[in-house]
T-cell receptor
Framework: QKEVEQDPGPLSVPEGAIVSLNCTYS??????FMWYRQYSRKGPELLMY????GNKEDGRFTAQVDKSSKYISLFIRDSQPSDSATYLC????????????FGQGTRLTINP | GAVVSQHPSWVICKSGTSVKIECRSL??????MFWYRQFPKQSLMLMAT?????????EQGVEKDKFLINHASLTLSTLTVTSAHPEDSSFYIC?????????????FGEGSRLTVL
């Protein structure tokens, strides 16, 4: 079993839809949770960063962490074609830029 | 966010040659840099962690003699793929963390696509 599981998709939705992306994990020691967006042939860019359980909102993006279920989510509201990318969840056990464990990434396409 | 630059972004080489990839932190001092490789439609796999002025720590299964990592300054780390073979063809990505970035955030370079013929 992988430490972090993420459905690779692909996921295709119409413009304006709400997108839900999820990851599950097995290591209860994970405390720091991140979502990265990666466009084709580019490096990942950090979208959201959360610590422990709870919600965090930034514009059209909302990250949720449920440590009791070992489940994290990223919601994208009013999705735009420019949101089309691969979304990677990542997590670590300790503070500081230590080794992150990444999910496989979900390929998302927003259709105009 | 912080800027991390990678060079070259794209390289093709013949089998048996060595290729060097540079990773630079442009606006901060990177005490730690990480090197990843990513195969098509797959996630990032950590290859090694390098700290400025010390030897890199390699992940299990990564050949340290094949993937030479040097982190000689606080703004530059290099990855050299020695005697490259077609199976080394991949997307190599670096990331960097600085003294002030203690939240676990990593800033990534644009990646370097290596194709070995």
């Amino acid at each position: 079993q992988k430490e972090v599981e993420q459905d690779p998709g692909p996921l295709s939705v119409p413009e304006g839809a709400i997108v839900s992306l999820n990851c599950t994990y097995s290591n209860s020691a994970f405390q720091y949770f991140m979502w990265y967006r990666q466009y084709s042939r580019k490096g990942p860019e950090l979208l959201m960063y959360t610590y422990s359980s709870g919600n965090k909102e930034d514009g059209r993006f909302t990250a949720q962490v449920d440590k009791s279920s070992k489940y994290i989510s990223l919601f994208i509201r009013d999705s735009q074609p420019s949101d089309s990318a691969t979304y990677l969840c990542a997590m670590s056990t300790i503070q500081g830029a230590q080794k992150l464990v990444f999910g496989q990434g979900t390929r998302l396409t927003i259709n105009p | 966010g912080a800027v991390v630059s990678q060079h070259p972004s794209w390289v093709i080489c013949k089998s048996g040659t060595s290729v060097k990839i540079e990773c630079r932190s442009l606006d901060f001092q990177a005490t730690t840099m990480f090197w990843y490789r990513q195969f098509p439609k797959q996630s990032l796999m950590l290859m090694a962690t390098s700290n400025e002025g010390s030897k890199a720590t390699y992940e299990q299964g990564v050949e340290k003699d094949k993937f030479l990592i040097n982190h000689a300054s606080l703004t530059l780390s290099t990855l050299t793929v020695t005697s490259a073979h077609p199976e080394d063809s991949s997307f190599y990505i670096c990331s960097a963390s600085g003294v002030l970035q203690n939240t676990g955030e990593l800033f990534f370079g644009e990646g370097s696509r290596l194709t070995v013929l």
